[in-house]
């Protein structure tokens, strides 16, 4: 289940959009593809938010008169330091203020955001300094509060109303002071709805290859302020074609920053072991682009011939064409939210032999005394920390596989919580006929996100999520008709900068927006 994720199946979708039904994709796997692409700067979705505070009932510490808040934002980082984010304007005398101030924030999905908001009462003499200049330290607290980001956007109107309160709460007494109420409202901006369709193709491209024609794919990329080149979008890869047309391609406006800001498009030919070979590049804005389809002409590639200052390109006969150019508004990830759509998060567990006796500390099912959760409980914890927020009733379901329990005989399907009725509080030996129910599944606004926990050879588990190749294929010879499996081993993402949380979690909003824009459901009461 983007505008929040790529689902980068196939090379085929852009970064800020969801891309249309592949169906049998006879490319080559781009595997390759997504690690340069990483390697690059490539980074997953998100949305733009902007967030609006008020206040009501707010404690009055002046004497003479009303009190004048101010508000302040903090995110809360890991460690449990808070990080200062912005500050609003002071409001003369009012309890009940209505801050003009903004804060833009992007929200990732895939990680929990904690916020914090603080309300000062600024004294009088330092009305005339800039609120960045201010020592909150000799201002009056008036309260504060805390919520994730999610919590906001989740919300039917994406408005939380929270109870402000002191500091007895974090110290610990159960019953802390309410001190008024803050209200955050949280607005997506446009541009992460508008979304610019291309579809794209080139002529008379060079060969890289020795015995063969080059296999070309597009990437698209923008310049930061600071002068890096990021990676924004892909295509999919085209097998042995000098003239290859690519399948649409999605662009959202705010990740490019505007029509008018310049793009870089390279075209690559495809190497399994990652070293692509550039074939040519240009450099062209999205008004550019959409000329180019109006006239029906085409830009040709370069390719440096010189670095530095006195860079030098060579122009190539290989040219660039835009087939088609549309511009158009699309529902996101965070408008089926608003209109009460719900992610609900189940749990399967291996208990097969491959995982130890679980009474041995090297089991995977060990339980430490000391309380440290094992392999799989902390992927279900931190999974779980991530998609609550997402379920209302906050139950989920688990089951068990490849066990005895309690004295019965062998179940591949058992509650985790020993009930015969209620079920909330390894290795694949059958390949083929996980295939089969996988292509079933794809029909289902579901998907599977699996956590490869030991050491054990998980190739046949990443057979089943198609980004490392083609399309699930069931023995009838249906291909699914999307990807609905994320596929993560919990030893190659446990030690770097990414969590196994944002490794599975990446692509959830695309492949829900992805069901929902093939089956033309639209968010509706």
Request: proline letters at 4%; charged letters at 25%; glycine letters at 8%.
């Given at each position: 289940?983007g505008?929040?994720?790529?689902?980068?199946a196939?090379?085929?979708?852009?970064?800020?959009?969801?891309?249309?039904?592949?169906?049998?994709?006879?490319?080559?796997?781009?595997?390759?593809?997504?690690?340069?692409?990483?390697?690059?700067?490539?980074?997953?979705?998100y949305?733009q938010?902007?967030?609006?505070?008020?206040?009501?009932?707010?404690?009055d510490?002046?004497?003479?008169?009303?009190?004048?808040?101010?508000a302040?934002?903090y995110?809360?980082e890991k460690?449990?330091?808070?990080?200062?984010?912005t500050?609003?304007?002071?409001?003369?005398n009012?309890?009940?203020?209505?801050?003009i101030?903004?804060y833009?924030?992007?929200?990732?999905?895939e990680?929990?955001?904690?916020?914090?908001?603080?309300?000062?009462?600024?004294?009088?003499?330092?009305?005339?300094?800039?609120v960045?200049?201010?020592?909150?330290?000799e201002?009056?607290?008036?309260?504060?509060?805390s919520?994730?980001l999610?919590?906001?956007?989740?919300?039917?109107?994406?408005?939380?109303t929270?109870?402000?309160?002191?500091?007895?709460?974090?110290?610990?007494?159960?019953?802390?002071?309410?001190?008024?109420?803050?209200?955050?409202?949280?607005?997506?901006?446009?541009?992460?709805?508008?979304?610019?369709?291309?579809k794209?193709?080139?002529?008379?491209?060079?060969?890289?290859?020795?015995f063969s024609?080059?296999?070309?794919?597009?990437?698209?990329s923008?310049?930061?302020e600071?002068?890096?080149?990021?990676?924004?979008?892909?295509?999919?890869v085209?097998?042995?074609d000098?003239?290859?047309?690519?399948?649409?391609?999605?662009?959202?406006?705010q990740?490019?920053?505007s029509?008018?800001?310049?793009?870089?498009?390279?075209?690559?030919?495809?190497?399994?072991?990652?070293?692509?070979s550039l074939?040519?590049?240009?450099q062209?804005?999205?008004?550019?682009?959409e000329?180019?389809?109006?006239?029906?002409?085409?830009?040709?590639?370069?390719?440096?011939?010189?670095m530095?200052?006195?860079?030098?390109?060579?122009v190539?006969?290989?040219?660039?064409?835009?087939?088609?150019?549309?511009?158009?508004?699309?529902?996101?990830f965070?408008?089926?939210?608003?209109?009460?759509?719900?992610?609900?998060?189940m749990?399967?567990?291996?208990?097969?032999?491959?995982?130890?006796?679980?009474r041995?500390?090297?089991s995977?099912?060990?339980?430490?005394?000391?309380?440290?959760p094992?392999a799989y409980?902390?992927?279900?914890?931190?999974?779980?920390?991530v998609?609550?927020?997402?379920?209302?009733?906050?139950?989920?379901?688990?089951?068990?596989?490849?066990?005895?329990?309690?004295?019965?005989?062998?179940?591949?399907?058992?509650?985790?919580?020993?009930?015969?009725?209620?079920c909330?509080?390894?290795?694949?030996?059958?390949?083929q006929?996980?295939?089969?129910?996988?292509?079933?599944?794809?029909?289902?606004?579901?998907s599977i996100?699996?956590?490869?926990?030991?050491?054990?050879?998980?190739?046949?588990?990443?057979?089943?999520?198609?980004?490392?190749?083609?399309?699930?294929?069931?023995?009838?010879?249906?291909?699914?008709?999307?990807?609905?499996?994320?596929f993560?081993?919990l030893?190659?993402?446990?030690?770097?900068?990414?969590?196994?949380?944002?490794?599975?979690?990446?692509?959830?909003?695309?492949?829900?927006?992805?069901?929902?824009r093939?089956?033309?459901i639209?968010?509706?009461?």
């Amino acid at each position: 289940m983007g505008n929040c994720c790529s689902d980068v199946a196939g090379g085929q979708t852009a970064v800020g959009g969801t891309g249309v039904n592949q169906g049998n994709q006879p490319n080559a796997p781009n595997e390759a593809v997504d690690a340069f692409l990483k390697s690059r700067g490539y980074q997953g979705l998100y949305s733009q938010i902007e967030l609006s505070l008020s206040a009501t009932s707010l404690r009055d510490r002046d004497v003479l008169s009303k009190s004048d808040p101010m508000a302040v934002l903090y995110s809360k980082e890991k460690d449990g330091s808070l990080k200062e984010l912005t500050r609003t304007e002071v409001v003369l005398n009012s309890l009940n203020p209505k801050w003009i101030t903004k804060y833009t924030m992007a929200y990732y999905f895939e990680t929990v955001q904690n916020l914090v908001f603080r309300v000062y009462d600024i004294d009088t003499q330092f009305h005339n300094q800039d609120v960045k200049m201010l020592k909150l330290e000799e201002q009056d607290f008036l309260g504060e509060g805390s919520c994730t980001l999610a919590q906001i956007v989740t919300k039917s109107d994406r408005s939380l109303t929270m109870d402000l309160v002191c500091g007895e709460q974090f110290s610990g007494q159960a019953h802390a002071r309410k001190f008024g109420k803050l209200t955050i409202f949280a607005e997506e901006s446009i541009s992460s709805k508008t979304t610019v369709e291309l579809k794209l193709r080139c002529s008379e491209l060079e060969s890289k290859d020795l015995f063969s024609k080059s296999d070309p794919f597009l990437v698209v990329s923008k310049t930061t302020e600071s002068g890096i080149v990021v990676p924004i979008c892909k295509t999919e890869v085209m097998k042995n074609d000098h003239s290859p047309t690519w399948k649409p391609v999605f662009l959202k406006i705010q990740q490019i920053g505007s029509k008018e800001n310049p793009l870089i498009i390279e075209c690559y030919d495809f190497n399994s072991n990652g070293k692509h070979s550039l074939i040519g590049k240009i450099q062209k804005s999205l008004l550019d682009l959409e000329k180019l389809h109006s006239a029906g002409t085409g830009a040709n590639l370069f390719i440096p011939t010189a670095m530095g200052p006195k860079q030098e390109n060579k122009v190539l006969k290989s040219q660039l064409f835009v087939e088609s150019y549309s511009e158009k508004i699309q529902y996101t990830f965070l408008d089926y939210l608003a209109f009460g759509y719900e992610l609900n998060f189940m749990v399967a567990i291996d208990f097969t032999a491959s995982n130890g006796n679980p009474r041995l500390p090297d089991s995977l099912h060990y339980i430490d005394p000391s309380g440290r959760p094992n392999a799989y409980q902390r992927a279900i914890l931190d999974v779980g920390e991530v998609l609550q927020f997402y379920d209302s009733d906050k139950r989920f379901p688990a089951w068990g596989f490849g066990a005895r329990p309690i004295d019965g005989p062998v179940s591949h399907c058992f509650n985790l919580n020993g009930s015969s009725t209620y079920c909330e509080d390894g290795v694949i030996t059958d390949l083929q006929e996980t295939k089969d129910a996988l292509v079933q599944a794809a029909d289902l606004p579901l998907s599977i996100l699996i956590v490869g926990v030991g050491g054990a050879d998980f190739k046949e588990m990443e057979i089943l999520d198609a980004d490392k190749g083609e399309r699930l294929e069931s023995t009838t010879g249906r291909v699914a008709v999307r990807d609905i499996v994320q596929f993560v081993p919990l030893r190659d993402v446990q030690n770097g900068d990414v969590s196994v949380v944002q490794s599975l979690l990446a692509e959830l909003p695309s492949q829900l927006l992805e069901y929902m824009r093939s089956r033309k459901i639209q968010p509706t009461l």
